[in-house]
RNA sequence: GGCGUUGUAGCUCAGUUGGUUAGAGCGCCGCCCUGUCACGGCGGAGGUCGUGGGUUCGAGCCCCAUCAACGUCGCCA
């Protein structure tokens, strides 16, 4: 009893043999001899093999009742496995533990799904019994990574002098924008707060309040319908710093992530990473978050067009309104016909009228080859930088619509190509966004991202003359096709945020209604500053090889926002709505 | 709200042109087994084929509607 030692399933070596411990854990798997039953006993640090010998009468009888998932506590010597017994695949595999005494902590119920399987259960079940879900491999690593990698951010942002100070979740809803979560006030009944879609205007109010530097691991809410890549509530490392510049401020952010693969991953990221423009990343990419893991870059060849054979393109290529894309497709001239019809249908999906090809393997061929001549084929060979037997895809349309097609084309392609790795990391900043968008719907000037994004310096003449080409102090960090998050330098002067807010058609009681506070604040001394969010829940998706962040959430809602193990949202007792004031008006039955 | 994919045993899936009693692997239960590690052997239980309607002599399969999960568009200051 002296040198009994309570040890995780994972660590024990030959170096434990001759300790007397204590192993707890539950049953991953078992196989019974007969006379001879090991059980393979597991927690987060991993198994040890536990063997249970008839000479242990008692003992060995509790050990025959153990199923999967028992909870155990297991007490014996470590040894040496017999020689050629041991197991390579097992980081514990040269010891084992000859069971002394056995302990039943608890028993469980078989469970729906085997924890130990190799095949992945469908995600209903595994969110049903996440707690389940929780004790698979997958799982275990995946929150490990998640907790090293805001370790890291945490580490990274405190060894820069900045500040974690939380916010708020209960706070002032500030319209615009996406949905609120909206919380009903008992006190003040009527009244609601909002929870916060972002601790924006707080950490400004940091800034003001001469705070300097400000991070922090912040929950967000957001009552949107979720993605693969999107939850109503998510988090995201925020930052506002004082007195920078924007290349301060993508810098600090940059070397953070830096940090951060190099902490985690033992990786090294480029030094510095690439930037774009707005209008380079659209040209070529046909996305403000381009993947970078390869290249096939969307190709302008109207001028190709122009005035040739090919009365469709011919004619599209006399207006700039219009854009006709070419993208090469490597060794895409194996492709059969149904390939391309495929093709085409996808391209069809997303709003192109139809999609153009050709491939040049041996000899020129595809649905426009009839109207390409020697000259035009070659202008397009080195346009798109063909080599072998690689087939072009066309598209064309208005300007914006061909130039999304193209870029979602472009991923698709490299999709089918297996270009999309996993286990590459390809950053790039993206800046230079235009600070103000034109609304589709009403056609109304917009702000791109927030109203609180300063404009490039000596650009606030163009306010009143041409707004939609003022450019924003805002950057963006993207990762393998992902945005991680944006970044601006903020408004800090009341007049000027004034005119912005104006420029989107508030009028002053608006401004003072919803953002009054705020704007009182700036009138203090408000110094210049800007900041960044990154998703963490996004980044840990992509640093873990997943393409779901409910992969690497512990517990998401699922697409219909519902947290399906415990059954969120749901009714509340008529008592609690009455302490509220609030009552349930049925929507009118369908007609 | 639109579009797409999926829905068959506890889990993962197969199921041909519409045709007898709907199958497999894993898991589960029982018996056997002292060196396995995805242990092995023998036997067994387990199904409203998501739900409702229709076509048909006959539907897991065809048609209509509907529900759910996932993906995507809208949406995401």
Same mark, same amino acid.
């Given at each position: 009893?002296?040198?009994?030692?309570?040890?995780?399933?994972?660590?024990?070596?030959?170096?434990?043999?001759?300790?007397?411990?204590?192993?707890?854990?539950?049953?991953?798997?078992?196989?019974?001899?007969?006379?001879?039953?090991?059980?393979? +006993?597991?927690?987060?640090?991993?198994?040890?093999?536990?063997?249970?010998?008839?000479?242990?009468?008692?003992?060995?009888?509790?050990?025959?009742?153990?199923? @999967?998932?028992?909870?155990?506590?297991?007490?014996?010597?470590?040894?040496?496995?017999?020689?050629?017994?041991?197991?390579?695949?097992?980081?514990?595999?040269?010891?084992?533990?000859?069971?002394?005494?056995? &302990?039943?902590?608890?028993? @469980?119920?078989?469970?729906?799904?085997?924890?130990?399987?190799?095949?992945?259960?469908?995600?209903?079940?595994?969110?049903?019994?996440?707690?389940?879900?929780?004790?698979?491999?997958?799982?275990?690593?995946?929150?490990?990574?998640?907790?090293?990698?805001?370790?890291?951010?945490?580490?990274?942002?405190?060894?820069?002098?900045?500040? &974690?100070?939380?916010?708020?979740?209960?706070?002032?809803?500030?319209? &615009?924008?996406?949905?609120?979560?909206?919380?009903?006030?008992?006190?003040?009944?009527?009244?609601?707060?909002?929870?916060?879609?972002?601790?924006?205007?707080?950490?400004?109010?940091?800034?003001?309040?001469?705070?300097?530097?400000?991070?922090?691991?912040?929950?967000?809410?957001?009552?949107?319908?979720?993605?693969?890549?999107?939850?109503?509530?998510?988090?995201?490392?925020?930052?506002?710093?004082?007195?920078?510049? *924007?290349?301060?401020?993508?810098?600090?952010?940059?070397?953070?992530?830096?940090?951060? =693969?190099?902490?985690?991953?033992?990786?090294?990221?480029?030094?510095?990473?690439?930037?774009?423009?707005?209008?380079?990343?659209?040209?070529?990419?046909?996305?403000?978050?381009?993947?970078?893991?390869?290249?096939?870059?969307?190709?302008?060849?109207?001028?190709?067009?122009?005035?040739?054979?090919?009365?469709?393109?011919?004619?599209?290529?006399?207006?700039?309104?219009?854009?006709?894309?070419? /993208?090469?497709?490597?060794?895409?001239?194996?492709?059969?016909?149904?390939?391309?019809?495929?093709?085409?249908?996808?391209?069809?999906?997303?709003?192109?009228?139809?999609?153009?090809?050709?491939?040049?393997?041996?000899?020129?061929?595809? @649905?426009?080859?009839?109207?390409?001549?020697? *000259?035009?084929?070659?202008?397009?060979?080195?346009?798109?930088?063909?080599?072998?037997?690689?087939?072009?895809?066309?598209?064309?349309?208005?300007?914006?619509?061909?130039?999304?097609?193209?870029?979602?084309?472009?991923?698709?392609?490299?999709?089918?190509?297996?270009?999309?790795?996993?286990?590459?990391?390809?950053?790039? =900043? +993206?800046?230079?966004?235009?600070?103000?968008?034109?609304?589709?719907?009403?056609?109304?000037?917009?702000?791109?991202?927030?109203?609180?994004?300063?404009?490039?310096?000596?650009?606030?003449?163009?306010?009143?003359?041409?707004?939609?080409?003022?450019?924003?102090?805002?950057?963006?960090?993207?990762?393998?096709?992902?945005?991680?998050?944006?970044?601006? /330098?903020?408004?800090?002067?009341? &007049?000027? *945020?004034?005119?912005?807010?104006?420029?989107?058609?508030?009028?002053?009681?608006?401004?003072?209604?919803?953002?009054?506070?705020?704007?009182?604040?700036?009138?203090?001394?408000?110094?210049?500053?800007?900041?960044?969010?990154?998703?963490?829940?996004? /980044?840990?998706?992509?640093?873990?090889?997943?393409?779901? /962040?409910?992969?690497?959430?512990?517990?998401?809602?699922?697409?219909?926002?519902?947290?399906?193990?415990?059954?969120?949202?749901?009714?509340?007792?008529?008592?609690?709505?009455?302490?509220?004031?609030?009552?349930?008006?049925?929507?009118?039955?369908?007609?």
């Amino acid at each position: 009893m002296d040198n009994l030692l309570r040890v995780s399933c994972g660590a024990l070596s030959p170096s434990d043999a001759g300790k007397t411990v204590e192993l707890d854990g539950w049953v991953h798997r078992r196989r019974d001899h007969g006379g001879l039953i090991f059980i393979d +006993v597991r927690d987060r640090s991993g198994i040890t093999q536990v063997t249970f010998d008839p000479s242990k009468g008692e003992t060995f009888a509790l050990a025959e009742t153990l199923r @999967s998932e028992d909870v155990v506590s297991v007490r014996g010597t470590v040894r040496r496995r017999p020689a050629g017994t041991e197991n390579v695949k097992l980081a514990t595999g040269e010891v084992e533990v000859p069971a002394d005494a056995l &302990e039943i902590l608890n028993r @469980s119920e078989t469970p729906p799904f085997v924890i130990a399987a190799e095949e992945e259960p469908a995600e209903e079940v595994r969110l049903r019994y996440r707690y389940l879900d929780l004790r698979r491999p997958r799982m275990q690593r995946n929150l490990t990574v998640r907790h090293q990698i805001v370790k890291a951010i945490r580490d990274y942002f405190d060894e820069h002098d900045f500040l &974690e100070i939380e916010t708020p979740n209960l706070i002032k809803s500030t319209p &615009e924008g996406a949905r609120d979560y909206l919380v009903p006030s008992r006190v003040h009944r009527g009244s609601f707060y909002a929870l916060p879609q972002s601790p924006q205007i707080l950490k400004q109010i940091l800034m003001i309040g001469g705070l300097g530097r400000y991070m922090q691991i912040a929950r967000c809410f957001r009552d949107e319908d979720p993605r693969a890549d999107r939850q109503p509530e998510f988090t995201q490392v925020d930052v506002e710093m004082t007195f920078v510049r *924007q290349d301060d401020v993508m810098q600090m952010m940059e070397n953070s992530i830096r940090s951060v =693969w190099r902490r985690v991953l033992a990786e090294e990221i480029p030094d510095p990473l690439p930037r774009l423009s707005y209008a380079e990343a659209m040209r070529d990419y046909g996305s403000d978050k381009p993947d970078l893991r390869f290249d096939l870059r969307l190709v302008d060849v109207a001028d190709v067009f122009r005035g040739g054979a090919f009365s469709l393109f011919a004619s599209l290529a006399e207006s700039d309104a219009n854009r006709i894309v070419a /993208i090469r497709y490597p060794n895409g001239a194996a492709l059969s016909r149904r390939d391309f019809d495929g093709l085409t249908e996808f391209v069809k999906s997303i709003g192109a009228n139809g999609l153009a090809y050709l491939t040049f393997g041996d000899g020129m061929k595809g @649905s426009i080859a009839r109207f390409v001549d020697d *000259q035009m084929a070659q202008r397009l060979r080195e346009g798109a930088g063909v080599e072998g037997n690689d087939a072009v895809l066309f598209i064309a349309g208005e300007h914006a619509i061909a130039t999304d097609v193209a870029g979602r084309l472009r991923l698709e392609i490299a999709e089918r190509l297996g270009l999309r790795d996993p286990k590459r990391f390809a950053f790039c =900043w +993206v800046s230079g966004f235009p600070l103000f968008e034109k609304d589709s719907e009403t056609g109304e000037i917009t702000f791109s991202h927030h109203p609180f994004t300063a404009p490039l310096p000596g650009q606030e003449a163009l306010f009143d003359t041409d707004p939609l080409a003022i450019t924003a102090q805002h950057y963006d960090l993207v990762l393998n096709g992902y945005e991680l998050g944006s970044g601006s /330098i903020r408004n800090h002067q009341p &007049e000027f *945020q004034r005119k912005v807010f104006k420029r989107l058609g508030l009028t002053d009681q608006q401004i003072d209604d919803r953002f009054g506070f705020f704007m009182e604040a700036l009138t203090y001394g408000a110094p210049p500053h800007g900041g960044m969010a990154l998703g963490i829940d996004r /980044i840990v998706m992509l640093a873990c090889g997943e393409s779901s /962040i409910r992969d690497v959430i512990a517990f998401p809602k699922n697409q219909m926002a519902r947290d399906v193990m415990m059954d969120a949202p749901s009714g509340v007792p008529d008592q609690a709505l009455r302490d509220l004031g609030l009552t349930i008006v049925q929507p009118p039955a369908a007609t």
